[in-house]
């Protein structure tokens, strides 16, 4: 019999099995049986003082959070004697009590460490949020007089002292000066999803993080709902790393324990499966306790279901679902399959390579807008539609739009968005389809579609490179684009057009909203100034030019060198 290779640490495969059978979705996780046992002692003890009758933890609480507790703050490598859980992720659904059991489990923390004058910090992404964490905390030291004597509150600083120590748990509210002087030895995040909207959250999660790799190391445990928004920034690379490290894949041994309380991602696409209320219970650790089931579907049913928007935020919230391509019954069609089109193999260079013709669309604003450029080639032989976007922004629209910084920054760390000053964007995007001329791909008329609309210097750029009169259109918006919009429906749903598979049109598909005009459909924008859809409109124009059926200028091209095209 062959050995059986060891999963890497806090890898949990079972973790879609745990959950339908009423289990953590956790690894197990070896622990110090003595501090475990202090740490639940204490825990159990406290009392919710936002209840009738005052009932303990001990009675109150469900057990999935106790087993977090221990595993947080009593994991013990049973070789080393060393603390295996240093930071822990824990994702779970709206009204489970998360942020009452995190100041339950600040104050266990406070009185189990034993180092002098040190720093812990509650973190939280409101002031509305801080002081509900705090006003639990104090609360349930107030209701014993032992905790009196144990600790100092002082409620005008948000701040608890522990006597014996001096060491020192403060709330505070996220912002960019929050970790001051010493590093804290355990932070906790209430909300971490929040600081993904927030555009300099991942310099401060460096520096909380900085505790990590002194000598007296310091804890990380964020515990949050999924966004109502698709995960952006921080949040999404924490998710991420998470899902990594849950199926196995995050290395052999990482130091953050995910908790994802969450349908399989495969099953979060069914609606008809999420939708069926026998199912929630499922990810609903603290249901029979701070979630009465009969409440929560009569709220879904007469709130939470009232239109496409409002389901997928109450669906985001309460049952962990995540926003991201075609969710919402006024989305495009076409996004339903859009992520099943994908060919992260595809770039402007192989499109180039693999096409008998292709045709430019360009689309974009100000200063504090999205530029966004799409090439459709067509493949020989197949005549399959090949789809390469790419969009530029100015830097000043990172200080013009903070709420969507975040997400920017991301699309630039893929590759998919560029900053840069306007020149050197329009400049660009003209060296694209000269690239493609001087490759014989572009038809001599109609080769380059735009919104005619605040687009002079690009049309001088072109100009420029060489791409005459005839080449360049100037194509009618709104409605007039709907022959683009049915087409790429049809082609997304035979699988006869790829595209490159990026974050930042996966998010600018999910962005339209779909509203219908007497003279056709039209693609809108789902939040104006935050949803982008530059590069889908960009996509449009370029399908309108393809659906002409054109022909390149010189069919030729069994020369094409193969020099890098830069976006």
Known sequence: MQPIEPLPRFACPDWWERIQSGRMPMADVPLNAKKAAKAVAFFNRLRLPDLPGTPTLEKACGEWFREILCAFLASED?????????????????????????????????????????????????????????????????????LKAIFNVQDHLKCITRRKTG?????????????????????????????????????????????????????????????????????????????????????????????????????????????????????????????????????????????????????????????GVGIGDDGWPGADYWELRADRSLTLETLMARSEVAVVG???????????????????????????????????????????????????????????????????????????????????????????????????????????????RRLLQGPALSPALWGLEHKLSDDTLSHDGSGLMSWSVGNVKIEVKRNGNMATKEAAGRAKIDPFVAMLCAAILMSWNPEASHMDIGEFISAPVVA
Not at 82 to 101: A, D, G
Not at 369 to 386: A, H, Q
Not at 394 to 411: C, G, N, Q, T, Y
Not at 436 to 448: I, M, T
Request: with cysteine; aromatic share 6%.
């Open 78 to 146: 049973p070789a080393t004697r060393q603390r295996l859980v240093w930071e822990l992720l824990c994702m779970v659904p709206k009204k489970n009590s998360k942020t009452t059991y995190v100041a339950a489990l600040g104050l266990t923390a406070l009185y189990m460490e034993e180092a002098p004058n040190r720093q812990m910090l509650i973190v939280a992404p409101s002031q509305n949020i801080s002081e509900r964490c705090f006003d639990q905390a104090q609360g349930m030291i107030r209701l014993d007089e032992r």
């Open 167 to 323: 060491t020192k748990l403060d709330v505070k509210s996220f912002d960019t000066t929050i970790v001051t002087g010493e590093i804290p030895i355990l932070t906790i995040i209430d909300e971490v999803h929040e600081l993904g909207k927030k555009s300099k959250a991942a310099a401060v999660m460096q520096q909380i993080r900085g505790g990590g790799i002194t000598m007296q190391g310091g804890q990380v445990l964020m515990i949050t709902t999924q966004s109502d928004e698709p995960p952006a920034g921080i949040w999404k690379t924490e998710l991420l790393k998470a899902r990594k490290i849950r199926d196995g894949q995050g290395g052999p041994e990482p130091i953050l324990l995910p908790i994802l309380y969450e349908f399989p991602q495969e099953l979060q696409k069914q609606q008809d499966f999420w939708r069926d209320q026998r199912r929630w219970p499922m990810l609903l650790p603290n249901i029979d306790r701070s979630i009465d089931a009969a409440r929560l579907i009569a709220d879904y049913e007469n709130n939470g279901c009232a239109t496409p928007q409002a389901e997928q935020i109450w669906a985001s919230q309460h049952l962990n679902i995540e926003i």
């Open 362 to 472: 360009v689309d974009g604003g100000g200063l504090d807008d999205l530029f966004g450029v799409s090439v459709i080639g067509r493949e020989r032989g197949t005549r399959r539609w090949l789809v390469w976007c790419h969009a530029y922004a100015h830097p000043k629209v990172l200080e013009r739009r903070k709420e969507i910084a975040p997400r920017l920054r991301d699309f630039h760390a893929e590759g998919s968005l560029t900053f840069c000053e306007a020149t050197e964007y329009v400049t660009t995007i003209a060296g694209i389809a000269a690239t493609l001329a001087e490759a014989g791909l572009l038809p001599e008329k109609d080769a380059v579609g735009y919104d005619p609309n605040n687009i002079a210097t690009f049309v001088d750029a072109l100009a420029a490179r060489g791409i005459d009169d005839k080449m360049r």
